[in-house]
């Protein structure tokens, strides 16, 4: 792959900041969040002051978690007339609009200017909080040579046809009103640039935002099945960074231990449909998952990234089938395949593993070099047999 030029832009804040704005873009920003508020409060007052008694309510609440899926209504919520007094307080309150003046937002208000201005293309880190300006050409051709890699052209009917099951699952869900179909939204990247060498080699994420509703429905499903799982086998899934610390704060003498550090190569993309079926398999020793899920779950799985004007499918795949940067449930299908690694690699290294999603750690009851480069290739081979490829390295703890 061709190395791009690039700019790298670091700002000096967060990005989550909300810049200054027009009172009249403001005002209508704030009267719908508001709306959406009120909206929340309503439902809350309506079934607190309707329900029979605590218990009924809570029978009430649990047949609607089972049938929607945590998914929420776009229903109107009913005037409640106990909130009226306090809705029209806030209905004042919103009114005002004060100008704001400080260097902090005169600073963003110069970036947003910049960036306005430019006739490039302002591309977002993966891991960090670096942009990086690049011509459009360059972007054009960048985002063109990573869906290439892994995707084809395929016919516009797909689309059409995934729509159509979208459709089926839905209204036999009777969750229509709740949930919508896939968007043809065109896909885009962001760059990893925490990888070695990466201003040589420009490696990127390629995320596609093209994703039905059903997604939704499938994280609420596969969020049960992990969380039975991990409670079940007891294998170290971390699921974020406090986790990880922890687990390796309790080590004794870690100086006198050695590290075996892995990870996995793009872990989304390198998920087939043979291994997510194999996950799903052995999964079902723990926890049910019914005949009504998988048509589910597997319907998530199907996506098709957008780009130029053209309808995109993997190389290897007859029905559309991939796991995506960007789609709702793939973090929990890569927990699933995560746990079922897991499980493979306890027999050769006991409890001493863990993986916090790409990224795995393996604790050795030794410290000799030669012997922790030796053990370095178990992990390898046991997901060379899964057709998953991963990078290792030995390591010693140090002071």
């Not at 704005?21 to 809350?44: A, C, E, F, G, P």
């Not at 179909?181 to 080699?201: I, Q, R, V, W």
């Not at 004007?309 to 973090?331: C, E, I, Q, R």
């Amino acid at each position: 792959m061709a190395n791009i030029n690039m700019q790298q832009i670091k700002f000096s804040y967060s990005l989550k900041n909300i810049g200054l704005t027009s009172k009249d873009v403001y005002t209508r920003s704030l009267i719908n969040k508001t709306q959406s508020v009120i909206q929340r409060m309503r439902w809350k007052a309506h079934f607190f002051l309707n329900q029979a008694n605590n218990d009924t309510e809570l029978a009430r609440a649990t047949h609607r978690s089972a049938n929607t899926y945590g998914l929420k209504s776009k229903r109107s919520a009913p005037p409640v007339a106990e909130l009226r007094a306090f809705e029209d307080d806030v209905a004042r309150l919103i009114e005002k609009f004060r100008d704001v003046n400080n260097e902090f937002m005169k600073e963003s208000e110069r970036d947003k200017k910049t960036i306005k201005s430019s006739t490039n293309i302002f591309v977002p880190a993966d891991k960090t909080r670096n942009y990086y300006e690049m011509q459009p050409s360059d972007d054009a051709k960048l985002l063109r040579e990573n869906i290439t890699k892994s995707y084809k052209h395929t016919q516009e009917h797909i689309a059409t046809s995934i729509t159509e099951e979208f459709k089926d699952i839905v209204d036999e869900l009777k969750l229509s009103n709740r949930t919508d179909p896939m968007a043809e939204t065109t896909a885009f990247l962001t760059l990893k640039d925490h990888k070695p060498d990466f201003k040589n080699h420009n490696k990127c994420h390629l995320i596609n935002p093209a994703k039905s509703g059903v997604g939704k429905i499938s994280k609420s499903i596969l969020d049960s099945v992990n969380s039975k799982i991990r409670e079940q086998t007891g294998v170290n899934q971390w699921r974020n960074s406090s986790d990880t610390i922890a687990w390796f704060q309790s080590i004794p003498l870690k100086n006198r231990k050695s590290f075996i550090s892995f990870d996995i190569v793009d872990f989304y993309p390198s998920i087939t449909e043979s291994l997510l079926d194999q996950s799903i398999d052995w999964a079902t020793q723990f926890t049910a998952i019914t005949d009504s899920d998988m048509p589910i779950i597997k319907h998530a799985r199907k996506s098709l990234p957008f780009h130029d004007g053209l309808t995109w499918v993997k190389h290897d795949s007859s029905n559309a089938f991939d796991v995506t940067m960007g789609s709702y449930d793939g973090a929990e299908i890569c927990e699933l395949v995560g746990l079922f690694i897991l499980s493979k690699l306890k027999d050769i290294f006991g409890n001493n593993i863990g993986l916090y999603r790409d990224d795995g750690l393996v604790l050795l009851e030794r410290k000799s070099g030669r012997l922790s480069d030796k053990a370095r290739k178990d992990p390898t081979h046991a997901f060379n047999e899964l057709e998953v490829n991963i990078t290792a390295q030995a390591m010693c703890y140090s002071l």
